[in-house]
């Protein structure tokens, strides 16, 4: 496997949008523009191709309603592989181009495919795809290896050994220590753990204890409109991930999840395929089909063979009762002004200690905020007035009633015209919701540290961990207008 190209992107909250680094290796696009011969696609300069690329991923033009190519329903985005358009005089289709994204950073690179462009080839055929993302994913464990919340000098310093650092792991293009062209992508028997090579674009064999460290996160999304006649729509999505950091063989690893007492099963779990055994009853259970009390309710065991970076072990959806914030909007207009009525009830079954919580109330379609006289029974309030924005900010605990409100007016003048949104107009408006609950999820569902097993001869320590977030967190103005689904809500 070759690349042709390789990119590393800044895009810190959509700013500042540049490329920090980029590489082009000019034999392998000589050999590539042999292969295609007359459909050669040549790669675009570097403020093309971050256009292109930010358009395909959908963070070109935020402040747009509409991009034809981001938004428009015939176009489908195909990921991990992304097709990027071309114009101009080597006008074509850029294709396979690999994107992994996380914390401040998008990585991407060009694959040399060495078949033929037509017919496509299906992706699953392609090793040039598998190790270039894997070659990404070492990258980016090198260049943010501290965490989410990432030095931004350390991250420049990395940056800074890249030449060298590519020169030895990946030279003249080629990455070292992957499985030669031309070897089976898969194989019909699983590979013991102990097999696996270090790939050079490690940074270096784990020293120390050995750590097994399992982190479970539900996301909960929520749309309530405050109307008899508008349900309320709310979803779970849980992820599990799991990192096992040991010197030598990698041992085998078997997580189990449980389930309080009066838990819904787990429904649609798909699991990675290191997983080497599972009860068919743990797949069975899906959202689509009504929820049977007879359907397994756990525990769910997940025996692997873990590979040497951090994986997703398995996802799953989950039915739960009631949201864990139930909201009420209610925004008239009186006499030029907005009146704007807000309360925020916690429910009692969700832990009261949140690593954040605020409230974003954003105002489309009107002209500039001006006079803004609200008052709020507990927490902040931040007025962003070129974005027509206020946002709410509730602190890391509600009070004891586990209910808050805000009560006030505001009042739009001056010249210059606020944020647009095609949805919403007059007193079509909502409230978005961002907040981080640790050491809990909706579900219940959780890992005792004490139900991992790793099966090894030396001592590890075994670190758990589990949380809940919001994700596409809406509360709808009850007195206007707000779009409505049917059915289900796709996570």
Not at 391 to 419: A, N
Not at 447 to 454: F, N, P, T, Y
Request: hydrophobic residues 35%; contains cysteine; aromatic residues 6%.
């Amino acid at each position: 496997m070759s690349l042709r190209a390789l990119w590393i992107i800044s895009h810190e909250k959509g700013e500042n949008v540049s490329i920090r680094f980029s590489r082009r290796f000019s034999t392998v696009e000589l050999r590539g523009k042999g292969l295609a011969k007359s459909s050669y696609v040549a790669v675009p300069e570097e403020s093309v191709f971050l256009q292109l690329l930010l358009t395909e991923l959908g963070l070109a033009d935020p402040h747009k309603p509409y991009v034809a190519l981001r938004d428009d329903c015939i176009h489908r985005q195909r990921s991990p592989a992304l097709e990027l358009h071309v114009d101009g005089p080597g006008k074509g289709v850029l294709w396979p181009v690999l994107a992994v994204s996380q914390g401040p950073l998008i990585l991407a690179c060009l694959p040399l495919v060495d078949a033929p462009p037509e017919p496509r080839p299906p992706l699953s055929s392609l090793l040039s795809v598998s190790q270039g993302l894997t070659l990404l994913s070492g990258l980016q464990t090198f260049l943010l290896s501290s965490g989410s919340k990432t030095d931004s000098e350390v991250v420049a310093s990395r940056i800074a050994m890249l030449p060298s650092v590519l020169l030895q792991v990946c030279p003249l293009g080629t990455p070292l220590d992957v499985p030669q062209l031309g070897t089976p992508a898969t194989s019909a028997l699983p590979t013991p753990a102990g097999n696996q090579k270090q790939p050079a674009w490690k940074t270096g064999l784990h020293r120390g204890r050995a750590v097994v460290n399992v982190a479970l996160t539900e996301s909960v999304r929520s749309m309530q409109y405050g109307s008899q006649s508008r349900q309320d729509l709310w979803d779970v999505y849980g992820t599990v991930t799991c990192k096992c950091e040991v010197e030598g063989v990698l041992p085998n690893v078997t997580v189990t999840l449980t389930l309080p007492p009066n838990g819904s099963p787990l429904q649609d779990i798909l699991v990675h395929p290191c997983v080497t055994s599972l009860d068919s009853s743990i797949l069975t259970a899906s959202s689509v089909d009504n929820c049977d009390s007879s359907a397994f309710s756990g525990p769910y065991k997940f025996p692997f063979s873990p590979p040497l970076e951090p994986f997703r072990l398995c996802s799953y959806t989950s039915q739960v009762p009631v949201p864990p914030i139930l909201g009420s909007y209610q925004l008239k207009e009186e006499d030029n002004q907005l009146r704007a009525s807000v309360t925020l009830k916690l429910h009692e079954s969700v832990k009261n200690s949140f690593e954040y919580c605020e409230a974003h109330l954003p105002f489309f379609n009107r002209d500039q905020m001006g006079n803004v006289d609200v008052k709020v029974s507990s927490g902040q309030i931040d007025i962003s007035k070129e974005k027509n924005l206020l946002v709410w900010s509730l602190g890391q605990k509600f009070p004891k009633s586990r209910e808050v409100t805000l009560d006030g007016r505001i009042s739009f003048s001056g010249p210059m015209q606020g944020p647009t949104d095609s949805i919403c107009t007059e007193l079509t408006a909502y409230i978005k919701m961002y907040f981080k609950v640790p050491d809990v999820t909706l579900s219940g569902c959780c890992v005792d540290q004490h139900s991992v097993q790793v099966y090894s001869s030396s001592k590890q320590r075994i670190m758990t961990s589990r949380e809940l977030k919001s994700k596409e967190y809406f509360i709808w103005n009850s007195t206007g207008s707000a779009p409505v689904s049917s059915g289900h809500m796709m996570l």
